[in-house]
Structure formats: structure tokens, C-alpha cells
């Protein structure tokens, strides 16, 4: 309705219950506390005063829906039954760990409440309102071309707020009585927030946690990323609503314990990036979460599902000896981890290490990893305003394959679309991304990206040691295309030598397909949690599905066997890049299967090779027989951990 006023010269005010608002502020009309049906005054004042007075009881006419499309509330995924109090989540990367509650959704950095030069601040004010309205304006027609209209309601209204004159004018005034930019905008939001909150609607006092988006936008473009950064304790629990993967890495890792989200899934990227960086973290534990108390202590049992708020000290004594034990065994495990994994039958496993930069590729080496199972390549495409191109890229990967001392580096051609975003590719409106331009549909749709990378990729050295993946292959028609093209710009480049070319097998066609793909690919890999999504028709990043989403469903680990069976007709190995390989419990299982290779979180490598050894491939192929026939994920890990309990 403020869009309405917006749009006329004249002023507009709403009256209502005695009180007047600016019909151009969405928070002093919000601040009015009008419900549906009241009856208000609207004068207009000024040129156009008849038409906008017109324009603005329209617009109070017209019925809403309630909020604006606010995410449904986040319900706990974790069905087990816990002590009373205790939060229940998702295992998102396992681990026990102590420490003290910070929480990044409640984090308030510090201003300084007086400042000398009014004008000064009153310039960094505007220029920081301006900064974040374009930013939230840039979010806007992402999600719009996206076809994620709720998402664009959301950023409209933020939108809204941020140009709000009340605010501003509010803020403003505080500046010229002498206080800082950051202080009076602080102050402007906290007294419309107050305002919100005790008129008694829940509609309304939703629209607080708007209000302090917004702020800690504002905050945030005024004081730069270093002040705005929460305060960390040695061991630190980050507690948030949802963590954004750039705010787990700029943190600190050895300050970081463990992670606690109120939303997420077990294959979100922050849950990728937790594994790899050995954090236990429990993702999906709903809202209660966000009541833990900021620097409180707490115990999570990430492996086990849950979190003790208030943990006894015979608890915490048991968890420190447990960690303790825990890290010797790694120490242990560490030791060894630079031999091959070899099954107590003598079979090899490649146990090989998922990756995205060069920092991981040192860090996949110094964990004993054999090779690269998978390099994911959007890390070099997202958060900037135009693609890398091949220079850049082939310096990128270039510089992982040096560090890898003469391993093998499976890269992963761009992978995006679905629920890794890239703003400069104007991806069309889709109603539903994770059926729609993902994977290498996105490269079909954009040949001179795909062309880019390919050419970086073929101008690496040794060739001999790069192995091309695709991603999103559903049939062999694709992969022809793909190699097709490799082979005339190879030819172009007038090359001779050709990497090898692997098909990640993550849509159920390309298990069912997988004797035909591996006919002419050189190896499969799959990707169990693309798979598992589409397989059960779960979205990986639905939370309250995340209990659910269990690559170990028997319906996985058939299309497992079956891919399996597909690409031994023609002697072709397959892996598996999935978090699934990560779990430890599925290790016997995806050897039982026939798996060659299994590509983890680089930290997780001793521990994975540790418990190959530990197996026997011809036991292991039996029992599995007997798990294809569960009926749920839940009876194929009570028996896989009764058949092979971890140590
Ligand atoms: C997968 O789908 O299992 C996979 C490894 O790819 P990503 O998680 O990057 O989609
Ligand atoms: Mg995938």
C-alpha cells in the first residue's frame, strides 16, 4: 500500500483509533495496528491529492494474504524421543562436542552511540540504505526470474523497510541530536519494533524479525564484515536460524565446536562444508534451537542426533573421555592413513577425497586421500558478477592438481541451477529448479560457459591425470553430445591426448541406464544425494523432510547394485561422491555392493580407510543381499550397525 502512496505527490495519511501515519511508511502504517475490517480515515493533501486518495483506499481494500509468504514454521525433524528439553536435529557431520552457545541469529555487533560530524553520518546512513537496497533489489529479480515469487515477496517487503521515510526520518533526527549512524538507525528500528510488538497482533510482531533483518543489513554495510563478525568463545557453538556456507568459512574453524541449525538438510552445502571441516554439526532441529541461551554451555551428540542444554557434569565428564578417546583413535588412524585401503581379502578401495579449491587439495594429501573423487567447480562460479573464464580456470584447477603430487583429479564440470545459484546466468522463471536447468542442461542451455570450462580443463598438465565428471547426465545421448564437443576442441587445441570422461549417475534414469552409460563413459560415480532426492521425491533442502532423505533407503541401494551390474558388463569401476560415502555405517554396505571407490570429506579419509580395512569383501557381499530386501533406511542401519558396529 506504501507503493501506492509512493507513486503521487500529495501527501496520504492514514487515520486510525485517533492516531495518524505517513501512508508512505510501512512501519507507521504497520505501527497503527489496523485490522482487517476496521474502518479508517485516509486524507489526501496536495496536486494529485483525489487520485491518491483514491489509489490508497484500493490498495486497503485489497485483501492479503496473511504475512508475506513467510516460510512455513520449521517443525523438529528428529522423531527419536529425547529427555525433556533436549534438542533433537539431523546429523549433518558427526562428532561430539562441548562448548558455549553464540548466537549468530541473535548477534549484535557494536556501535558507538555519539559521533561529532552529523553530516558525515548522515551521509554513511544513505549510502548504507542504498547498499542494501540494491542488494535486496538484485535478490528481488534473482528470485523472480527464478520463479520464487514467495522469496520476492519477502525481499519487496525488506525492500519496503529499508527505503521506509519514518525510519529514516526517525534516524536522521537522532544523527543531528549527535549520534552515530549506526546508533540512531539501531534506535529507529528497536522503537518501531517496540511499537509492533505490543499491539497484541502476531501478524505484526512477526514483521519485528523484518525489522532486524533489515537492521543487521544496514549495521553491516555500515561497519564492514570484521565489526559485524560475532564475538567467539574458544569453543563455540554457532546457533542460527540457517548458516550460510561463506559464514562458516570466514569464522574462525579452530574457534568453531559445532553447529546447530534450526533449519538445513544432511546434504545442504553447509553440511558438505561441516564434514570437511570436521565440525558436528545437527541440522533441522526446528525452533527451539533459538532459545538456547547465548553462552550457555551445551553438549552435542551430533552422531547421536541431539543436543543437552544444560548437561550435568558427569555428562560432560563422559563426553571430554569420549573425545578424548575419539582423538587418540584418529591419531591412530591418522597415522596409517597414507596406505592403500585394502580389505581383509585383499580387495583395494580407492578412498579418495570430495574437494573444491586448493586449500582442500593440500588438505585431501596430508589426510592420506589417494586421489580426487570429485572437485565441484560452482565454488569458482558463485558469489562473483561474472564467470571466471578459462585463464582463471585453468589456473584454479591447475594449481589442485600441483598440489596433488601426481594423484588423480576427478573435476566436475559447472553444477548449477537447482540450489546452487549463479546471478550472471539469467536462469528462466522455473516453478520448480531442482527438476529444471540444473547440472549439465545448464551447460546444454549455455554452450559457451560449458566451452569455457571444457577448454580450461583441457589446457590442464598432465592430462593424464584429470578425469572429467558430469553432473545431471539422464541418458547416453547427453554424454555423446558432451564428448563430442571435447573432441573437437581438443582438436582445436590440437591436442591428441584425451582426459578420461565419467558420467555422475544422480537422476534414477541413469542407474537404470548405467550398462548404456557405461558403454561409452570411462567410469560412473554416483551421486547419492541428488540421487536419493530423486529417487524418493524428497528436496534435499526441505528440513522437514531431512529425517526422511536417507541414502540408505533400499530403493537407493538397488539402483546402487543395478549401476553397479550395468558398468561391470563392460568393466567399468564405479564410485561414490554422495555424502553417503562419508557415513561410516555405509561403508560395508557400498563395498558389499561392489562400490570401487568412495569419495569423502577430506578430514574423514583415515577414519573411511581405517574401516575398510576392518571388512571383509566377500562377507560384506552376502549380507548385502539380505538389506535389499528391508523395508526402510531405518531397518538397513539397525542391521548394518548390528552386522558392523563401528568402533
Ligand atoms: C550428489 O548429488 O550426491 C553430489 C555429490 O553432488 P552435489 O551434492 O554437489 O549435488
Ligand atoms: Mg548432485
Redesign the pocket.
Known amino acids: 500500500m506504501q507503493n501506492a502512496a509512493r507513486q503521487y505527490r500529495s501527501s496520504v495519511r492514514v487515520e486510525f483509533n485517533g492516531q495518524a501515519a505517513n501512508a508512505r511508511s510501512v512501519v507507521a502504517l504497520m505501527g497503527l495496528g489496523v485490522a482487517e475490517d476496521d474502518d479508517v480515515a485516509v486524507l489526501a493533501q496536495g496536486e494529485d491529492a483525489a487520485a491518491a486518495a483514491a489509489a490508497v483506499i484500493a490498495a486497503l481494500q485489497t485483501r492479503t494474504e496473511s504475512g508475506h509468504g513467510a516460510p512455513a514454521p520449521l517443525a523438529s525433524a528428529s522423531a527419536r524421543s529425547l529427555p525433556a528439553g533436549w534438542i533433537g536435529g539431523i546429523c549433518a557431520a558427526p562428532g561430539l562436542a562441548i562448548g558455549q552457545v553464540v548466537r549468530l541469529d541473535a548477534f549484535e555487533p557494536q556501535v558507538a552511540e555519539f559521533a561529532v560530524n552529523a553530516d558525515s553520518e548522515r551521509d554513511q546512513l544513505n549510502r548504507a540504505l542504498t547498499e542494501v537496497s540494491a542488494g535486496i533489489a538484485a535478490a528481488i529479480d534473482d528470485a523472480l526470474r527464478r520463479g520464487q515469487t514467495s522469496q520476492s515477496d519477502i525481499f519487496s517487503a525488506h525492500l519496503a523497510l529499508v527505503d521506509d521515510p519514518e525510519l529514516r526520518g526517525a534516524a536522521e533526527r537522532d544523527i543531528a541530536a549527535g549520534h552515530s549512524a549506526g546508533y540512531a538507525f539501531r534506535q529507529a528500528v528497536r522503537a518501531q519494533c517496540r511499537v509492533l510488538s505490543s499491539l497484541g497482533s502476531p501478524l505484526l510482531a512477526e514483521r519485528v524479525a523484518d525489522l532486524k533483518d533489515i537492521e543487521r543489513q544496514v549495521l553491516k554495510a555500515l561497519l564492514g564484515d570484521a565489526q559485524s563478525e560475532p564475538e567467539l568463545y574458544p569453543a563455540s557453538i554457532l546457533v542460527a536460524e540457517d548458516l550460510a556456507p561463506s559464514e562458516l568459512t570466514r569464522l574462525p574453524r579452530e574457534r568453531v565446536a559445532g553447529i546447530l541449525s534450526a533449519a538445513g538438510g544432511a546434504?545442504g552445502h553447509v553440511a558438505?562444508l561441516a564434514r570437511a571441516l570436521g565440525i558436528p554439526a545437527l541440522v533441522a532441529c526446528g525452533p527451539q534451537v533459538l532459545r538456547l541461551d547465548a553462552g550457555s554451555e551445551v553438549l552435542l551428540d551430533a552422531s547421536q542426533g541431539s543436543c543437552d542444554p544444560a548437561p550435568a557434569a558427569a555428562s560432560l565428564a563422559a563426553a571430554r573421555q569420549a573425545m578424548a578417546e575419539r582423538e587418540r583413535r584418529r591419531a591412530d588412524m591418522r597415522a596409517d592413513a597414507d596406505g592403500a585401503a585394502v580389505t581383509l581379502d585383499g580387495v583395494r578401495v580407492e578412498v579418495a577425497a570430495n574437494i573444491a579449491n586448493e586449500e582442500d587439495a593440500r588438505e585431501a594429501v596430508r589426510h592420506g586421500a589417494d586421489s580426487v573423487g570429485?572437485l565441484?567447480t560452482e565454488f569458482l562460479f558463485i558469489d562473483r558478477r561474472d564467470a571466471p573464464d578459462r585463464y582463471e580456470q585453468a589456473n584454479a584447477y591447475q594449481a589442485v592438481l600441483d598440489e596433488l603430487q601426481g594423484r588423480v583429479a576427478i573435476i566436475r564440470t559447472l553444477?548449477v541451477g537447482g540450489d546452487k545459484e549463479v546471478p550472471y546466468l539469467t536462469l528462466p522463471p522455473e516453478p520448480n529448479p531442482a527438476l529444471g536447468l540444473r547440472g549439465i542442461r545448464t551447460g546444454f542451455a549455455h554452450p559457451e560457459m560449458l566451452d569455457e570450462q571444457l577448454r580450461a580443463l583441457l589446457m590442464l598438465r598432465p592430462l593424464s591425470l584429470l578425469r572429467i565428471l558430469v553432473p545431471m547426465i539422464a541418458d547416453v545421448g547427453e554424454l555423446r553430445r558432451l564428448r563430442r564437443r571435447i573432441d573437437s576442441l581438443a582438436e582445436e587445441m590440437g591436442l591428441s591426448e584425451r582426459p578420461q570422461l565419467g558420467v555422475m549417475v544422480?537422476v534414477p534414469s541413469a542407474a537404470l541406464l548405467a550398462d548404456q552409460l557405461a558403454a561409452e563413459a570411462d567410469f560412473l560415480s554416483i551421486?547419492?544425494?541428488?540421487l536419493t532426492q530423486y529417487t524418493l521425491a524428497m528436496d534435499r533442502c526441505n528440513a522437514s523432510l531431512a529425517a526422511s532423505l536417507d541414502a540408505m533407503h533400499p530403493a537407493l541401494l538397488r539402483l546402487i547394485e543395478r549401476t553397479v551390474a550395468g558398468a561391470s558388463l563392460h568393466g567399468k569401476w564405479v564410485g561414490v561422491?554422495?555424502a553417503l560415502a562419508s557415513d561410516p555405517l555405509a561403508t560395508p554396505v557400498l563395498i558389499g555392493l561392489g562400490v570401487a571407490e568412495l569419495s569423502v570429506s577430506p578430514g574423514l579419509v583415515p577414519e573411511i580407510k581405517a574401516r575398510v580395512r576392518a571388512l571383509d569383501q566377500q562377507a560384506c557381499l552376502k549380507r548385502v543381499e539380505q538389506l535389499l530386501r528391508l523395508d526402510s533406511a531405518a531397518e538397513v542401519r539397525a542391521q548394518a550397525a548390528e552386522w558392523w558396529p563401528e568402533a
Open positions: 546434504t558438505i570429485l565441484r553444477d544422480e551421486g547419492t544425494n541428488d561422491c554422495g
